[in-house]
């Protein structure tokens, strides 16, 4: 069935620093790749979406990038902040399809060391 | 203003007991799922729903029911609770065709 790996499971960066955290995926059809972020004790929220169409989307200091043909994309945190520090999901979906799903990765723990 | 809303937030019950968690939204979404999250696992499919009347079953639906008799409501029940069924809950919804799902705040269900 459809999968999604998320690494690293956790990661630590330096105040100021940037993170990467990177995901691949199974099905070839998907064109919708949500970043969801989750502070603690909180629901997840979509931080950042990028759709097959394109190739990276920015927004301020976070940015995602997408490979289909090697079924990848990333998430890219720079001058990382104390706020930044929480549980971050990619996933994949078909949009605009019936089957309306989302396949999240297991989640990177983000801890931003002042 | 249209939102999600999931109760009890917190729950704790007992083995073999019949549980109901309760999932309501007001955005008018097609779309309604329920996902449970535990350390090391991400967010799991429960159960998921496209409309009214449609059910149906995620990568770990056993011990779990759902039923859709309206497009605002969709709450989701254990049959006679396990141990293992110990986790947060968490609802979510998205609009017809689109995927940008939106979460509502969870539910700690606590099982002894």
């Known amino acids: 069935g459809e999968n999604v790996e998320q690494h690293p499971s956790t990661l630590s960066v330096q105040e100021g620093d940037s993170a990467v955290i990177k995901c691949t995926y199974s099905?070839?059809?998907?064109?919708?790749f949500p970043w969801y972020k989750q502070e603690l004790g909180k629901r997840p929220q979509l931080i950042i979406d990028i759709r097959s169409n394109v190739g990276e989307k920015k927004d301020q200091r976070i940015a995602v990038t997408l490979n289909k043909t090697a079924k990848h994309f990333s998430l890219h945190i720079t001058e990382t902040q104390p706020e930044d520090s929480a549980v971050y999901f990619c996933a994949a979906s078909r949009e605009y399809s019936s089957a309306s799903k989302i396949i999240f990765g297991s989640g990177t723990r983000l801890s931003i060391r002042p | 203003d249209a939102e999600i809303t999931q109760s009890p937030r917190h729950k704790i019950t007992e083995t073999g007991r019949q549980v109901t968690l309760a999932c309501h939204q007001t955005w008018n979404h097609n779309n309604m799922f329920w996902y449970r999250q535990d350390l090391g696992h991400g967010l799991r499919l429960i159960h998921y729903s496209y409309g009214v009347h449609d059910t149906n079953k995620g990568e770990v639906s056993d011990g779990y029911s759902v039923s859709r008799s309206n497009t605002e409501d969709l709450p989701l029940t254990l049959e006679s609770a396990a141990s293992s069924q110990t986790s947060v809950y968490f609802c979510?919804?998205?609009?017809?065709?689109?995927?940008?799902?939106?979460f509502g705040p969870g539910t700690r269900l606590t099982v002894l």
């Open positions: 099905d070839s059809a998907s064109n919708y």
């Open positions: 979510a919804s998205s609009p017809r065709g689109y995927n940008e799902q939106f």
